[in-house]
C-alpha cells in the first residue's frame, strides 16, 4: 500500500538491475529526506527541513503567512474561510514573499499594496481584489494583535467592489425556468434552499442523520465563531420538502448527490448551477439570493422577524436589514398592502374619491 505524505515528494526510480530506488525530499525546502517513513532519522530529516524552512521565512511576509496559518485563530476560522484564506494569501506570496516584515511598520507599505491591487482587479476583477486586500488586512491585524506588528496599514481600506443585490430574489418564473431545465440533483438543492434558507455549503453537508421525516436539525457552518460549536438549529418541513426528501433515493450518507451519488465538491456545484442557470435564462440571479428568497417569503406569508430567525438562523438584526433590502420591492406585498387599503374602514373616505370638473361661477353673477 502506497502513503501520500503530506508535504513530501516521493521520486522513483528504476536501477539499471532491476531495483527501484526511492528517494524522498521536503517539498518546501528541496531537502533530501533519508530512511525509511517513520524511522528516527527520517524524522531527524524532517526537523532539518522545518528549521531550514522557518530560517528562511524568518522576518519577511512568507514567514508571517505561515504563521498566521498555523495560528489557533486561524484554525477557528470556518473551514470555508480558511481555505479562502489560504487560497488569496498564497496568491501575494508571488507578489511581497520576501518584503521584509519591518516594511510592513512603515505607513507607506499601504500605497504598494493598494497598487497591486488595482493590477488584480484588471485582470481578475476589483470584487477578487478587494477580497485579496481582506486577507492581508486580517494576517495584519492578527499580527498587531499578537505583538508582530505595531499596526495594520491595511485597516479600514475602501473597497473597489460594491455590491448591490437590491431586487435580487428568485420570483415564481425564475423558479418554474430552472426546474424545467435543470438535472434532477440541482432540483433538489433549490427546493431545499428555498423551504430552509440555509447556505449552499450546510445544504450540501446536510446527512440523512439531519432528516427526522418532519424537521432538519443542523449547526451552521458559518456560525462557528471563536472554536465554539454553533447551536443547533431544527427547521421544520414544509409539505413540499417531505415529500420532496421522502421521495429521493439515499445513494449517500449525505442528502444531495451529484448523478454518480456521490457528494457536491463546492466548485463543481457552483459550475453546474450556473450552466443551469444559463440554460433556464437566469443571468442576474445566485443561488446565494435563495437565502434572501426564503426570508422574503416568510416575511410575505406573514411570520415575525423573530419566527423567520428560528428558520433560516439568522440574527434579528440581520433578518431586518434582508426585509429592508428585499421585502419593500416585492409587489406580492404590494399587492396585499392595496387589498388591505382597500377594505380597511379608515380608508373608506379616500375609496370614495373621484374626480369632478369644478364649474366656474358665471362672470356678473
Not at 294 to 308: R, Y
Not at 311 to 330: F, P
Request: aromatic residues 6%.
Amino acid at each position: 500500500m502506497r502513503v501520500r505524505l503530506k508535504g513530501i515528494n516521493t521520486v522513483r526510480k528504476k536501477l539499471a538491475d532491476g531495483t527501484v530506488k526511492v528517494h524522498r525530499y521536503h517539498r518546501a525546502t528541496g531537502h533530501p529526506l533519508t530512511g525509511e517513513p517513520g524511522s528516527p532519522e527520517f524524522l531527524a530529516c524532517i526537523a532539518a527541513a522545518e528549521k531550514l524552512m522557518r530560517d528562511r521565512l524568518a522576518g519577511v511576509f512568507n514567514g508571517l503567512v505561515r504563521d498566521f496559518t498555523l495560528s489557533p485563530e486561524f484554525g477557528k476560522l470556518a473551514d470555508s474561510t480558511q481555505g479562502e484564506y489560504r487560497r488569496m494569501l498564497t496568491k501575494a506570496e508571488g507578489k511581497f514573499g520576501d518584503l521584509p516584515i519591518a516594511a510592513l511598520e512603515d505607513p507607506r507599505v499601504r500605497r504598494d499594496f493598494l497598487d497591486w491591487r488595482a493590477q488584480i482587479a484588471k485582470s481578475s476583477g476589483e470584487r477578487e481584489a478587494d477580497n485579496r486586500l481582506s486577507a492581508i488586512s486580517a494576517m495584519l491585524t492578527w499580527a498587531r494583535e499578537n505583538g508582530r506588528l505595531s499596526a495594520n496599514h491595511l485597516a479600514g481600506f475602501k473597497r473597489l467592489y460594491a455590491s448591490n443585490r437590491v431586487d435580487r430574489i428568485w420570483l415564481p418564473e425564475h423558479v418554474a425556468a430552472f426546474m424545467k431545465v435543470a438535472p434532477i440533483e440541482l432540483q433538489r438543492a433549490l427546493i431545499l434552499a428555498l423551504h430552509t434558507g440555509q447556505r449552499q455549503g450546510d445544504i450540501r453537508r446536510l446527512a440523512w442523520t439531519n432528516y427526522d421525516g418532519t424537521a432538519i436539525t443542523l449547526r451552521q457552518g458559518k456560525s462557528k465563531r471563536g472554536g465554539k460549536v454553533a447551536p443547533a438549529l431544527t427547521v421544520p418541513c414544509t409539505k413540499a420538502l417531505r415529500r420532496m426528501l421522502d421521495e429521493a433515493p439515499r445513494q449517500a450518507a449525505v442528502i444531495l448527490t451529484t448523478k454518480t451519488g456521490r457528494p457536491w465538491e463546492k466548485r463543481y456545484f457552483a459550475r453546474c448551477w450556473e450552466e443551469a442557470s444559463a440554460a433556464a435564462g437566469i443571468t442576474d440571479l445566485h443561488f446565494h439570493d435563495l437565502r434572501g428568497t426564503a426570508v422574503t417569503m416568510l416575511a410575505e406569508a406573514g411570520c415575525t422577524v423573530p419566527q423567520i430567525a428560528s428558520i433560516t438562523g439568522h440574527s434579528l438584526k440581520t433578518v431586518t436589514r434582508i426585509l429592508e433590502t428585499y421585502l419593500a420591492r416585492t409587489r406580492g406585498l404590494a399587492e396585499e398592502a392595496i387589498a388591505n387599503f382597500e377594505n380597511a374602514k379608515r380608508t373608506k373616505f379616500a375609496n370614495r374619491l373621484q374626480t369632478r370638473r369644478v364649474r366656474k361661477p358665471k362672470e356678473g353673477s
